[in-house]
């Protein structure tokens, strides 16, 4: 029977015949070393290529088959795959396929910046890693803002981001007032502007949202270089008209707001003024029940506290699907 040689006495080593294994302490910073090293690696990333920057990485397809079944299935998946030695990922920025792969490799993202998280978001989105999916959803939760809520929101729905997503929302009924007048929502997308306009949880005043909604209006003709005329300002908001609440308004302000500026035809305002004072009630193409927020206080939205690694002390449960 074959027997090992003798290991040389422990007393005749120096510290660099242990190599690189033996001084890392942790599987995470080995792991990490190969990552960065790229020793013993069977697979190449081209990344970037529609993104204007391309980046090429090394990787080890074991690594990357235990921490996502998109590449599982890539390498052994059956029918079996063509050998894979170099692969392009086009779609990615490599900020944030590093980002992916240090989190397959390491459970933490040393890197994460609101600049990259939503790259890294759609890449955790794409090979179906949860947990840095929730990690960024967890970030971008922390940093969100009055200035950059709607912004966050827009770009959560594009990846199906819910957590974001109701956050997001959650902060819009909660500071409705201040986010309708920023800056930042004339440049929303119109479907964006529908749904903050159609949500009855709004803590604004109804005439505030009417004048948001005409500032928005206002700004899609300026940045169209089309005359803020009352037919241009109509054909902008279109079906978005609709979903502001005109009987909730004072006379005052019907007269004084859309009466003065031509938002509403004489015809839509004889309507409004008719339901309001009218005995019988006629339909009218304008939604009539209040906003629930608005009969109540809400208190002001706060961002938890963020951390870029996973904690250990729970075992993780998933609690959202991207």
């Excluded at 391309?54 to 690594?63: G, N, P």
């Excluded at 005109?246 to 004489?266: I, N, R, S």
């Excluded at 009218?278 to 927020?293: E, L, S, V, W």
């Excluded at 939205?301 to 690694?309: D, E, H, I, K, V």
């Amino acid at each position: 029977m074959s027997q090992l040689s003798a290991s040389p006495s422990a007393l005749s080593l120096t510290q660099s015949d242990w190599g690189w294994q033996g001084r890392t302490a942790g599987i995470a910073n080995r792991t990490k070393h190969l990552l960065a090293s790229g020793e013993h690696s069977d697979i190449q990333f081209v990344v970037g290529r529609y993104r204007g920057t391309i980046q090429t990485f090394r990787a080890h397809k074991f690594v990357l088959r235990i921490g996502s079944q998109v590449f599982d299935q890539l390498f052994y998946g059956e029918p079996p795959s063509p050998s894979h030695t170099n692969l392009e990922v086009p779609d990615a920025t490599p900020e944030a396929f590093h980002n992916l792969l240090s989190y397959l490799y390491t459970d933490s993202v040393e890197n994460l910046t609101s600049q990259n998280v939503f790259d890294t978001l759609s890449c955790a989105s794409k090979y179906k890693i949860q947990l840095l999916f929730d990690l960024c959803s967890d970030f971008i939760i922390a940093s969100l803002n009055m200035d950059n809520c709607l912004t966050m929101l827009e770009k959560a729905e594009e990846l199906n981001a819910q957590r974001v997503i109701g956050k997001c929302l959650e902060m819009l009924d909660a500071s409705s007032g201040e986010i309708l007048q920023s800056d930042s929502f004339l440049t929303v997308k119109k479907t964006t502007l529908e749904t903050v306009l159609q949500r009855s949880t709004l803590t604004a005043d109804e005439y505030s949202v009417y004048k948001a909604a005409e500032r928005w209006a206002n700004h899609a003709c300026q940045m169209d270089k089309m005359a803020p005329s009352s037919h241009n300002r109509r054909l902008k908001l279109g079906t978005a008209l609709s979903l502001i609440r005109f009987p909730l308004m004072t006379d005052v302000q019907l007269a004084d707001g859309p009466g003065e500026t031509g938002l509403l035809t004489k015809d839509e305002l004889c309507d409004i003024f008719r339901y309001k004072h009218a005995t019988a009630k006629r339909c009218i193409p304008f939604r009539t029940t209040p906003r629930a927020a608005q009969t109540r206080r809400m208190a002001p939205y706060r961002a938890p506290q963020f951390s870029t690694r996973l904690s250990r002390t729970q075992p993780y449960t998933p609690r959202y699907s991207p």
